[in-house]
């Protein structure tokens, strides 16, 4: 792998544009082999030369799983960020590391901590009913504070509308959403604003940000007062698609990296 080094507080003068992409579903494809295109590297890669472009992964996994999934798609360079858990920003620092930005992740982290503290009532109305009508597993671990995995994704369908319906409007609790998967967090703290973060830091406003993503928990970065650029892959949920298409947004033809190929040659080319 080939590493650069990335020194968030020194800023780029130089850079002018951001990249997010969502990794399982938009860049990675499970049923084809390579599960990315190696077309898409060579863009990159040309995009960071020509457009003087960053790149990151904005994605549901955790750091570890993410680097190992770089590693088995066989990604020939690191990303220049990767937002981890839709909200964990991290860069690497130059020597094959990554570094978290300390202040966004412990804001972060303090913030979910005492919203679920102050929403414990409500928590455990909610654990119970999905504990007692579901089959779906809950799950509380280091840096995990409160996340679910259902069965099947109709049972998450069923899940996330019973959420959506005991969680007051004006409350601060969050939760982002994927297949199976649903992870509660503050609103504050998503795709959308990590990439907001990320773009303070080198002082780049919405215009320069292409974003990519084809599932819930993308809905917040397929914003325009987040990202300028912003664009689903063909294979992406309907519920995206319209987000997208509502926002004057790029429907790609293709799916998967093939459509993220196509969304970068029609915002950048
Ligand atoms: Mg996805």
């Known amino acids: 792998m080939r590493y650069r080094c990335f020194m968030p507080s020194a800023l780029s003068p130089g850079v002018r544009c951001l990249l ?26 040309s995009l960071q030369a020509e457009r003087k472009a960053l790149w990151g992964i904005n994605t549901g996994r955790s750091l570890p799983y993410t680097l190992e999934g770089l590693l088995e798609e066989r990604f020939p360079f690191h ?8 909200r964990e920003i991290y860069f690497p620092d130059g020597s094959g ?15 979910i901590e005492n919203l679920l503290e102050e929403s414990k009532p409500l928590m455990d ?11 779906a597993e ?5 840096g995990e504070h409160a996340s679910l995995i259902a069965r099947t994704e109709a049972e998450m369908e069923w ?8 969680v007051p409007a004006d409350s601060s609790l ?26 303070r830091h080198l002082s780049l406003t919405p215009e320069a940000i292409f974003a990519i993503g084809d599932s819930h928990n993308d809905i917040e970065m397929l914003d ?46």
Not at 79 to 86: L, M, Q, T, V, Y
Not at 98 to 110: F, G, I, K, S
Not at 184 to 196: E, I, R, T, V
Request: aromatic share 8%.
């Open 224 to 269: 325009r007062h987040i990202a300028g650029m912003i664009a689903c892959p063909a294979n992406a949920i309907d519920e995206i698609i319209a987000h997208v298409r509502a926002q004057s947004g790029y429907v790609c033809k293709h799916s998967h990296s093939k459509g993220v190929i196509e969304a970068l040659q029609h915002y950048l080319s």
């Open 159 to 166: 899940i996330a509308k019973q959420v959506e319906a005991m």
């Open 20 to 45: 997010s992409f969502d990794f399982d579903g938009t860049l990675h494809d499970p049923n084809e082999q390579p599960s990315v295109l190696p077309q898409l590297f060579a863009l990159l890669a």
């Open 97 to 111: 590391n990554w570094t978290p930005d300390q202040e966004w992740n412990d804001a972060c982290h303090h913030a």
């Open 79 to 86: 990303p220049d960020f990767i937002i981890a858990r839709e």
């Open 138 to 142: 809950w799950i509380e671990q280091q």
């Open 174 to 199: 969050g939760w982002q959403r994927n297949s199976i998967y649903l992870r509660f967090g503050h609103k504050g703290f998503q795709k959308g604003s990590s990439l907001a973060a990320v773009a």
């Open 125 to 135: 109305r909610i654990r119970h009913l999905v504990g007692e009508q579901t089959g």
